[in-house]
């Protein structure tokens, strides 16, 4: 690793000069993710396999950033020693922080720091809950294509009477109360829900499918009374773990706003380095 890169911890303008210093040139401005997280405070971190990198890159891709300009994988060799690295972009790097642990302290110093660098009026860059999000909604999106998949298979012909039958478990009322209560007029719930809701329903969906995949449950009347079970499971689960029920959770902006806030500060760093850019080039490693 670059040597100013294991400095201790001083203070936030010293500690982002030295993130700064980091940065390279070759035919673009980029980071090593390898020297990026030892940066944040993390050791023998394996990229390829890091959680903070590996839901960066599932953020991304739900912003619809095309992942080779932010994520470049590449071979690097240090000292001799050669393993799998990621070249990033500074949007990339900002996406990185944000997965990162707040508990370090580098890591709560970098939300901040690319928090102002994108512009302080943008306020979902503010909040990690954003990135969270995005992610979640993501995942979602994912399942349900799973579950109605594994729902027609198994005999739903009407899967809007079997979608509100999860609902209806899990929120003790049907989706057009629901919406009520939310306040959503029109589109999707899930586009208005905050991470730890989201989270609730992935769990709720995955465990549907599962459910019925295990039990091999067919036909309509039954797969409603499985996709209802399941929601009453995860509802008693929150609820005995002390947790907020989910129709009191306050309803959040809607998630293409928050993505459009994320692909603004994309073009703000780009445009930020481009504007640094100078004839001086660091060297690729």
């Known amino acids: 690793m670059p040597e100013n890169a294991n400095r201790p911890a001083q203070n936030i303008d ?18 090593w ?3 990026l997280m030892f940066f944040l405070g993390y050791e023998a ?8 990198i590996q839901r960066a890159m599932t953020a991304c891709n739900a912003l619809n950033v095309p992942i080779h300009e932010s994520f470049s994988s590449t071979e690097r060799d240090v000292d001799g020693k050669k393993f799998l690295d990621f070249k990033l972009s500074r949007f990339a790097c900002y996406l990185v922080a944000m997965n990162a642990d707040p508990r370090k302290e ?7 720091y690319f928090a102002t660098l994108a512009d302080q009026v943008q306020r979902h860059l503010e909040e990690r809950e954003s990135i969270d999000r995005v992610i979640n909604r993501e995942h979602i999106t994912q399942q349900e294509k799973a579950l109605s998949s ?10 809007a009477l079997f979608q509100n039958a999860g609902y209806r478990g899990l929120y003790n009322r049907d989706i057009s109360v629901l919406k009520k209560i939310k306040r959503v007029q029109d589109g999707s719930l899930l586009d208005f829900m905050g991470s730890e809701e989201l989270a609730a329903n992935i769990f709720r969906i995955s465990q549907t499918n599962q459910k ?13 009374d499985a996709a209802e079970k399941v929601g009453q499971i995860v509802r008693q689960a929150i609820k005995s773990a002390g947790g907020t029920m989910p129709e ?20 703000k760093f780009k445009k930020l380095d481009a504007t640094k850019k100078s004839s001086k080039k660091k060297p690729s490693d």
């Open 248 to 267: 009191l959770l306050p309803t959040a902006d809607h998630i293409g706003n928050v993505k459009k806030s994320l692909k603004e500060a994309n073009r």
């Open 212 to 224: 019925i995949k295990n039990e091999d449950i067919q036909g309509q009347r039954p797969l409603e």
């Open 14 to 31: 010293s500690n982002w000069q030295i993130f700064e210093d980091l940065g390279r040139e070759n035919g673009m401005h980029f980071w």
């Open 33 to 35: 993710a390898s020297d």
């Open 45 to 52: 971190i394996n990229v390829a396999n890091s959680q903070p």
């Open 150 to 159: 594994t729902a027609y298979l198994h005999g739903v012909k009407n899967y």
């Open 106 to 112: 580098r890591v709560a110093q970098a939300q901040a």
